[in-house]
C-alpha cells in the first residue's frame, strides 16, 4: 500500500536529505526537523467586529545554509508524481526569496532553479555546499567569500569552516531573541539579506522599503548585526572600528531607533551615544542623531554635521528619508559621501517622493549606467519592497475598514454670498482677499468654520461611544488651532468619564505636558489620553499599538504622507487584543488608497479630458529679484486632485507635465517665505508659463471665519468591499447584496436558494463566495435590527421580497410539522436532535451544523450517559439525521 503524504516523509524524504548532508540545524531554525514551517500567521478577517485568521503559508521543509535559507522542499504522497507540488512550492519560493525549489515523492525529485529559470529531474538532492557555492556562482559574490575552503571542510564541525562563514555577513547569525525580544520575520530576512547583498557587492545607495508596523528599524538593525559582527564593516577602514550614524528627523524616533540598538551594548561597554549639541564626542561606534541637531551652527557659522571628517562614517542610516526631502539630509549625506547611505521608507515610489528614490536608488554611474543619459547613472529598484497590503494578507499587520462621512458643507462646498444671506456672520482680516466660494481643502487652511467642525466632533463622539469610549484613536486636524479645539470640544463630549486628559492635542514635541501625554499615550497600560489630536506631529513613526482609530479632519493630498498617518494603525497589539482598525474620514482622504494598500479605488472628481498641458515657471524672491531654490510648490486640479509637491531647481525653476485644460489653483512656499496661491487657467497641449513672486515671511494672515452655519452630516458610507475598494452606504451595501445573491442563484431565484441552504454543503460554498464577495449577512442582521432572523430568510428577503421569518418561528414550524420524522428515533436521539433545534433557534444553523457544537452542554452530560453517537447507531446515522434536519428547517 503506497504511503501518505506523512509517511513518505519520514520514511522516504527525510533519509535522502539526511544522505545528502542536510543535518536537522539546516532543516529549520525555530521548529523541529520533521515538523511543517509556517512562516506567516494567517490573514485577519473581519465579519462585522468580529475577527478570524485564515491558514496561514507554510512549507514542508525549508533548507538552510548556515542560517541562510536556501531551498525549499514540497513533499507528496508517494502514489503521486512529484511534479503535482511543483507550481505550489514556486509560490512559497517567490514569498521567501528561496531560489532553489524541490518537489518530490520519495523517489523522484524535480528542482526548478529561479536563476536559470529551468527545472530537470534530479537523483538525489543536492548537498548544503553545491547549493551554496550554485548561489553563490549565480549571484556573482563568490569572490566575496572562500567557497574552496568551505568545499574543503564538509563537515559542519569543522573550525575552520565554521569562522569562515562567521566572516560573511549573510552567513553570520542574527541577534539572538534573548536580546532582541523576538526573531525576524520571513520578509526581514530577505530585506536583510538584500541589504547585504548590495552592500558586499560595493553600491552605496541603498533604499529599503517596507510599510509601517512591519519592523524596518528591526530589520536595519540585524544588518547592522551581521555587518559589524562578521567584520564586513571593520574591512573599510582596517585600522580603526567601523561606525555608524542612525539619522532621524524627530528626537521620539531616534530614541526608538537607540532602544531597538540596544543589543550592542549586551557585551559590556555601550558604543552608542545620542547627539545632542556640542560638544561632539568622537569616541563611540553607533551615533543617533536628528537633523534638526545636526545642522544647528555655532557662533563661527559651522554646522555640527560639518565637526564630522567626512570619512568618519561607514554606514550612515536615514529613517522615514521621504520625509526631509532633497533638503537638509542631502547636505549631511554629501558631507559624509564616504559611507555607504542606507534609506528606510515606508512609502512606495510617488510624485512626491521621487528625489528620495532618485537618490538612493542610483548609484555611480560605472556601476548603474542609464543609455539615454550615462552621467546620470540608472535607477534600480529598492533593495527590498513590502507593502501594507502584503503585511495585512500575510496577517503581519492590522486590517482595516474604512468609514466616510462628508457634512453638508464638504458636499456642497460654501458660498460666501450664500450664508452671508441665510444670516451666518463672515469676519474677513484685514489684508485678506476672500473668496467666492470655498471648498474642502481650505477649510482651516484659509478659512475657519467653527460650526463644521463641531459638527464632525458631534458625529465622531457618537461613533466613539459605539465603538467604545476609552478605545484609543488619533484625530489628524489641519493645524494647532484646529487640534485644540477638536480636543476640547471631545472632553467636552465626554467630561461625564472623568478624565481631565480624555482628548489632548499632540502637537509638538517640546514641552513637559506634550512628552509625558505622548508617553502616556503610547502606552497600553495607560488608560488616559484616550484621544490624541494633532497636526502632522504623529504622522511618521510614532508607535501606538493600542490605537484602533485613525480619523481624518484634514485633507491630505500627498499619498506619502497619507500611508504615513494610515500606517499608524496598522500594528496588532494582542495586549489588548486589538487586530484591525478604523479609518473615519471626512474629507475624501482614503481616496488615495492604491495598490500598496489594497486593489486600486477609481479616483473621484477626476478632472475631464485628456491631459496634455504642460505647466512650468519660477519662483522669485519678490524683493531681491533672486531666484529661489528648494521652494515647495504644488498645483490643485480640483477638490481632491493635487498634484506635487515638487521642489524649485537652482535657477528657481518648475515644472508640471500631464496636466488637464481648466482652471487650477498654483500654491507656492518656502522656509522664511509667505506662502502664495495663484489661479491660473491650463491650456490644452499648450505650456503655460508663470513667474510666481514670494516675500519673506512677516505676521501671517489670519483666516476668514464664519460662524452661524447649520452643518449636518449629508452622507455616510461604512461598508467596504474588499475586492474594489469602495466604500458603500447602507443602502448601497443592501442594493449590493441584492444583486450578488440574484446573480449567484440565477433564475431559479427563491427556489434556488432555498435547495442551497437545505444542503450542508452546497450552503457552505454559497457562504464561502458571499464571504469573498464581502457580503456578510450577520453584519447586515445587526446593522438591520434583525439578529434575530434566519440568515435564509434575511437574504430571501434583501434579494426577492421574501417575508423575514425568525429562528424562533422556523424551529417552531419544525415541532409542528415534522412530529412524524422526530418520531422515527428513540428518546435519546429525540432528546439530541431537538437539542440541536434549540442551538439552532439561538445560533442559527451554522451553530447547530458545527461539530464543536457536541463540546457544550447539553451534550457533554449525554456523552457521560450513553454517547450521542450511540444513540443513533455510529457517525453516519448521526450525519444523516442532521443533514435531514437542516433539509426540513427549509421545506
Given at each position: 500500500?503506497?504511503?501518505?503524504e ?14 545528502a ?10 521548529h523541529?526537523?520533521?515538523r511543517d514551517?509556517?512562516?506567516?500567521p ?30 525549499i522542499v514540497?513533499a ?27 518537489a ?14 529551468q527545472?530537470?529531474?534530479l ?7 553545491e ?5 553563490l556562482?549565480?549571484?556573482g559574490?563568490?569572490?566575496?567569500t ?27 547569525p542574527?541577534?539572538?531573541a534573548?536580546?532582541?525580544g ?33 519592523g ?12 559589524l ?13 567601523a ?9 521620539v524616533?531616534?530614541?526608538q531607533?537607540?532602544?531597538?540598538f540596544?543589543?550592542l ?24 542623531g536628528?537633523?534638526?541637531?545636526l ?7 559651522r ?11 561607514d ?23 564616504a ?22 536608488c ?22 527590498y ?7 495585512i494578507?500575510?496577517?503581519f ?17 460654501l ?5 452671508l ?5 463672515v469676519f ?12 474642502t ?19 465622531l ?12 484613536a488619533?484625530i ?16 467636552d463630549?465626554?467630561?461625564?468619564l472623568?478624565?481631565d ?6 502637537v509638538?514635541?517640546e514641552g ?6 505622548l ?6 497600560d ?14 511618521t ?15 491630505v ?6 500611508k ?21 474620514d ?6 488615495l488608497?492604491d495598490?500598496w ?35 515647495s510648490?504644488?498645483?490643485l ?9 515638487i521642489?524649485?531647481d ?15 489653483t ?11 496661491q ?20 512677516g ?8 460662524t ?14 474588499e475586492?474594489?475598494?469602495?466604500s ?58 434583525r439578529?434575530d432572523?434566519d440568515t ?5 428577503h ?14 417552531q ?17 429525540r432528546e439530541v ?17 458545527n ?8 451534550f ?12 443513533f ?19
Amino acid at each position: 500500500m503506497p504511503l501518505n503524504e506523512a509517511d513518505t516523509r519520514a520514511q522516504l524524504i527525510d533519509p535522502r536529505l539526511e544522505a545528502a548532508g542536510w543535518g536537522s540545524d539546516q532543516v529549520s531554525r525555530e521548529h523541529y526537523y520533521r515538523r511543517d514551517v509556517q512562516y506567516t500567521p494567517g490573514r485577519i478577517v473581519l465579519r462585522g467586529d468580529q475577527v478570524r485568521r485564515r491558514t496561514g503559508r507554510k512549507v514542508d521543509y525549508l533548507l538552510r545554509f548556515s542560517g541562510f535559507p536556501i531551498a525549499i522542499v514540497e513533499a507528496k504522497p508517494e502514489a503521486e508524481p512529484p511534479e503535482r507540488g511543483l507550481e505550489q512550492v514556486k509560490g512559497y519560493a517567490r514569498d521567501l526569496g528561496v531560489p532553489f525549489v524541490y518537489a518530490t515523492n520519495g523517489h523522484g525529485i524535480v528542482e526548478y532553479d529561479y536563476f536559470t529559470r529551468q527545472s530537470r529531474e534530479l537523483a538525489a538532492f543536492p548537498s548544503p555546499d553545491e547549493a551554496w557555492q550554485r548561489w553563490l556562482t549565480n549571484t556573482g559574490l563568490s569572490e566575496f567569500t572562500d567557497p574552496q575552503r568551505v568545499a574543503e571542510a564538509r563537515a559542519l564541525y569543522d573550525p575552520q569552516a565554521a569562522e569562515a562563514r562567521r566572516r560573511n555577513p549573510l552567513l553570520h547569525p542574527y541577534c539572538p531573541a534573548s536580546l532582541t525580544g523576538k526573531e525576524p520575520r520571513y520578509f526581514q530576512e530577505i530585506a536583510v539579506a538584500r541589504i547585504l547583498e548590495r552592500v558586499m557587492r560595493g553600491q552605496k545607495r541603498i533604499l529599503l522599503t517596507m510599510a509601517t508596523g512591519t519592523g524596518k528599524t528591526f530589520t536595519a538593525f540585524q544588518a547592522v548585526w551581521k555587518l559589524l559582527r562578521s567584520g564586513w564593516l571593520h574591512r573599510r577602514h582596517p585600522d580603526r572600528p567601523a561606525r555608524i550614524l542612525f539619522l532621524a528627523d524627530r528626537v521620539v524616533l531616534r530614541d526608538q531607533a537607540y532602544n531597538v540598538f540596544s543589543p550592542l551594548a549586551a557585551q559590556g561597554s555601550d558604543p552608542r551615544h545620542r547627539i545632542a549639541g556640542r560638544p561632539l564626542p568622537l569616541h563611540y561606534d553607533v551615533y543617533f542623531g536628528i537633523y534638526q541637531s545636526l545642522w544647528s551652527e555655532d557662533e563661527g557659522g559651522r554646522r555640527l554635521y560639518e565637526e564630522f571628517p567626512p570619512d568618519f562614517f561607514d554606514l550612515v542610516i536615514i529613517d522615514e528619508c521621504h520625509r526631509s526631502g532633497w533638503g537638509t539630509w542631502k547636505e549631511i549625506l554629501d558631507h559624509l559621501s564616504a559611507a555607504i547611505h542606507l534609506g528606510m521608507t515606508a512609502t512606495p515610489k510617488r510624485t512626491d517622493n521621487v528625489d528620495t528614490y532618485a537618490y538612493f536608488c542610483t548609484d555611480e554611474p560605472e556601476v548603474w549606467v542609464d543609455p539615454d543619459d550615462p552621467a546620470k547613472g540608472k535607477q534600480q529598484p529598492p533593495a527590498y519592497e513590502y507593502s501594507l497590503g502584503q503585511g495585512i494578507e500575510d496577517g503581519f499587520l492590522a486590517t482595516y475598514k474604512v468609514h466616510r462621512v462628508r457634512t453638508t458643507v464638504d458636499k456642497e462646498g460654501l458660498h460666501v454670498r450664500e450664508v452671508l444671506e441665510a444670516g451666518a456672520e463672515v469676519f474677513v482680516p484685514e489684508a485678506v482677499e476672500a473668496r467666492e466660494f470655498y471648498t474642502t481643502p481650505q477649510f482651516e487652511r484659509e478659512i475657519t468654520l467653527p460650526d463644521r467642525t463641531r459638527a464632525m466632533v458631534d458625529h465622531l463622539a457618537q461613533l466613539l461611544r459605539r465603538f467604545g469610549p476609552m478605545e484609543k484613536a488619533m484625530i489628524f486636524c489641519v493645524d494647532t488651532d484646529h487640534a485644540q479645539l477638536v480636543s476640547r470640544l471631545l472632553n467636552d463630549h465626554f467630561g461625564h468619564l472623568g478624565y481631565d486628559d480624555y482628548a489632548v492635542p499632540i502637537v509638538a514635541e517640546e514641552g513637559e505636558d506634550a512628552r509625558r501625554w505622548l508617553r502616556r499615550f503610547q502606552d497600553s497600560d495607560q488608560r488616559t489620553p484616550v484621544i490624541a489630536t494633532t497636526a502632522e506631529l504623529l504622522s511618521t513613526g510614532v508607535d501606538v499599538p493600542a490605537c484602533r482609530t485613525i480619523v481624518f479632519m484634514k485633507t491630505v493630498a500627498s499619498p506619502v504622507l497619507f500611508k504615513q498617518i494610515v500606517g499608524r494603525g496598522s500594528r496588532l497589539d494582542p495586549a489588548t487584543d486589538k487586530y484591525w482598525f478604523r479609518v473615519v474620514d471626512y474629507t475624501g482622504a482614503t481616496r488615495l488608497f492604491d495598490e500598496w494598500d489594497r486593489p486600486p479605488l477609481p479616483p473621484e472628481d477626476a478632472p475631464p479630458g485628456p491631459e496634455t498641458g504642460t505647466l512650468e515657471g519660477i519662483v522669485t524672491h519678490a524683493e531681491r529679484a533672486i531666484p529661489i531654490q528648494g521652494a515647495s510648490v504644488s498645483i490643485l486640479l480640483g477638490p481632491n486632485d493635487q498634484r506635487g509637491p515638487i521642489y524649485s531647481d537652482e535657477e528657481g525653476g518648475f515644472r508640471f507635465e500631464r496636466l488637464p485644460a481648466g482652471v487650477a489653483t498654483l500654491a507656492v512656499s518656502g522656509p522664511g517665505f509667505r506662502r502664495r496661491q495663484m489661479r491660473l487657467e491650463v491650456l490644452e497641449d499648450d505650456v503655460t508659463v508663470v513667474e510666481v513672486l514670494l516675500s519673506e515671511a512677516g505676521e501671517p494672515p489670519g483666516k476668514v471665519k464664519v460662524t452661524g452655519l447649520e452643518v449636518t452630516i449629508a452622507d455616510e458610507a461604512v461598508f467596504l468591499i474588499e475586492a474594489t475598494g469602495e466604500s458603500l452606504s447602507l443602502q448601497e451595501y443592501v442594493d449590493y447584496t441584492r444583486r450578488t445573491v440574484s446573480d449567484l442563484v440565477g433564475v431559479e431565484g427563491v427556489a434556488g436558494l432555498q435547495q442551497a441552504w437545505a444542503d450542508p454543503d452546497r450552503r457552505r460554498r454559497f457562504l464561502e463566495v458571499l464571504y469573498r464577495s464581502s457580503v456578510h449577512p450577520e453584519v447586515l442582521a445587526e446593522v438591520m435590527g434583525r439578529g434575530d432572523a434566519d440568515t435564509f430568510d434575511l437574504l430571501a428577503h434583501l434579494a426577492f421580497g421574501e417575508p423575514v421569518r425568525t429562528r424562533d418561528e422556523r424551529a417552531q414550524a419544525f415541532r409542528n410539522r415534522h412530529q412524524r420524522f422526530l418520531q422515527r428515533y428513540s428518546p435519546g436521539a429525540r432528546e439530541v436532535l431537538l437539542a440541536l433545534l434549540e442551538k439552532y433557534r439561538v445560533g442559527g444553523v451554522e451553530e447547530m451544523a458545527n461539530p464543536q457544537v457536541f463540546r457544550l452542554p447539553p451534550f457533554d452530560q449525554m456523552r457521560q450517559i450513553v454517547g450521542v453517537q450511540q444513540r443513533f447507531g455510529g457517525t453516519d446515522g448521526l450525519r444523516q439525521a442532521m443533514r435531514e434536519v437542516q433539509r426540513r428547517l427549509y421545506a
